[in-house]
């Protein structure tokens, strides 16, 4: 559109940017009209789409889920899924380009820098498992006193099921049965995020339950050595605006769930594909999900020169 090549960097890292000439401009104005206009409807075409596409494909996919460790769905079912979370990533993929675009561009029009990250789904995930790891962290305190000092045991799970903890409770109603049944619903909340979101290649968190086990004693034991929290600081008066601005961080953080979801939905139909592959002799054991070929990828990636016309 004829803007310079930093001008992404001036929006979202408040980095300077050089002035465009008048003529670039012009020449590119019909792209930047496009551009505003989608901006204007995004809010609205959005929302459509999310009632009429997104949330439905993926409760069908939530209902009916692959399970990892022996894949159940037969090869052509797991195809249909294939086109099914192709078909809606190529929308999804021009909305996670355009919200935080949008959201940059109105936080500099506004000259508001403060929005409450909270919206997006991995600071969600990382508040709430900030949250699990204090309440392992009491109860470690109440049943092995000095746990802090130890190397952490070798099967967490096993240990917090063991009711010999409480003599008071039955095998299923242990407290730490409900620390790991809270546990577990955090990770099936939240397993669609990786650390690479972006990248199918990587594991999501739902594929490394036992990494995450060990996460979540590192960080209660972190809690023990962990400096007060500060007092919290009085809200200033919200400036003018930003109000409208947190609701479109709102939907900013939407758009990046339902982004990294159908991401996360078309690695694990590669993988039960990859493990069906191996086991009926049809793939090379040695083959990993990187090195599969990227052009089922190439909808959602080509998703991207349609954003402006």
């Given at each position: 559109?004829g803007l ?6 001036f929006?979202?890292r408040?980095?300077?940017m050089?002035r ?12 930047l ?32 889920p ?6 159940q ?8 899924r ?15 380009i ?12 506004a000259?508001i820098?403060?929005?409450d ?76 995020l ?29 809690l023990?050595?962990?400096k ?11 400036p003018?605006?930003?109000r ?53 990828l ?12």
């Amino acid at each position: 559109m004829g803007l310079p090549p930093e001008s992404l960097e001036f929006l979202v890292r408040d980095q300077s940017m050089s002035r465009p000439s008048f003529r670039t401009l012009l020449i590119n104005l019909p792209g930047l009209l496009r551009l505003v206009g989608q901006q204007l409807r995004l809010t609205k075409t959005f929302a459509r789409d999310d009632r009429a596409l997104f949330t439905p494909l993926l409760q069908q996919l939530t209902t009916d889920p692959i399970n990892l460790q022996t894949p159940q769905h037969s090869p052509q079912i797991l195809f249909d899924r294939l086109d099914h979370i192709l078909a809606a990533l190529q929308p999804a993929t021009r909305y996670n380009i355009l919200a935080p675009i949008g959201l940059a561009i109105r936080q500099k029009i506004a000259k508001i820098d403060d929005l409450d990250s909270g919206m997006m789904p991995e600071v969600q995930a990382t508040r709430a498992f900030q949250t699990l790891a204090n309440e392992l962290r009491h109860h470690l305190d109440r049943h092995d006193p000095g746990w802090a000092t130890r190397e952490p045991v070798a099967d967490l799970r096993s240990w917090l099921n063991d009711p010999n903890q409480d003599p008071h409770q039955t095998p299923n109603h242990t407290p730490g049965r409900t620390l790991l049944d809270q546990f577990d619903a955090w990770l099936d909340l939240y397993g669609y995020l990786s650390d690479v979101g972006t990248n199918i290649a990587i594991a999501t968190w739902r594929e490394t339950p036992d990494r995450w086990l060990r996460l979540w004693w590192q960080a209660a034991k972190a809690l023990t050595t962990a400096k007060p929290p500060l007092a919290m600081k009085q809200p200033a008066d919200k400036p003018k605006g930003s109000r409208s601005l947190q609701e479109f961080a709102r939907l900013k953080g939407r758009v990046a769930e339902v982004y990294d979801r159908l991401l996360a939905e078309l690695r694990w139909c590669f993988v039960a594909l990859e493990h069906q592959g191996k086991a009926r002799d049809l793939l090379p054991s040695s083959l990993e999900l990187s090195a599969l070929h990227q052009d089922p990828l190439d909808p959602s990636i080509a998703a991207t020169g349609d954003i402006f016309g």
